[in-house]
């Protein structure tokens, strides 16, 4: 079965789909660990009452160092490294060492409204400035960029003139919180091929 590794720094509600994706017998996978890089964050208290392993390495303590705390903590102990809302930038021993094993959920269809600093509500004010007619969320396997990696899925919501950035937000995560489970379940079934760029669901 796959072995992941949930990584958060928020209310967790993406973790949430993934252990009801599991609970429902739609994902058959197990979570080692939740690793949070922000102390009393709601995404640990969902794994703790699910009794899954947590560990905080606060950002403020660890700073750089975190990717090689994550490294430590999931080097063959997963095989995939899921970034659910997770803030912290990877380093790239950590990216080598999970080629292709580390895949990120980002709250836009990249490659609109993504890169540096561009998270949460903010990707969405930006959306509704634009005046795109159309938002949605990406999930990517990460490189050494900034939501650069390969795209693996892409869910589309339309954007309404009445929209504010938290009423898109909310739509999006709607999307999010099928995205998520449905890539975790492709990769654990083997389904998820990729060539450079090019992913293809076989
Ligand atoms: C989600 O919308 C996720 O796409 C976003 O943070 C939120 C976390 O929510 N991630 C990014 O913006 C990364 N660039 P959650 O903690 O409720 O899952």
Known sequence: ????????SGSGSNLQSIIDSIEAQEL???IEMVISDKEGVFGIERAKQK?????????????KEISKEVLRLTENKVDLIVLAGFLS?????LITSFK?????????????????SMYGIKVHEKAIDYGV???GCTVHFVDEGTDTGAIICQKVVPVHPEDTAESLQ??????????????????????VKVDGRKITII
């Open 133 to 135: 007619k159309f938002s």
């Open 28 to 30: 058959k996978c197990s």
């Open 1 to 8: 079965m796959l072995k992941i590794a949930v990584l958060v």
């Open 170 to 191: 909310k739509r999006v995560l709607v999307e999010e919180h099928k995205a998520l489970p449905e890539v975790i379940k492709l990769i654990s079934e083997g389904r």
């Open 51 to 63: 009794g899954i392993k947590t560990y905080v390495l606060d950002k403020k303590i660890y700073g």
């Open 100 to 116: 292709n094993k580390i895949i990120n959920i980002h709250p836009s269809l990249i490659p609109s409204f993504c890169g540096p």
């Open 89 to 93: 930038i990877l380093d790239s021993e």
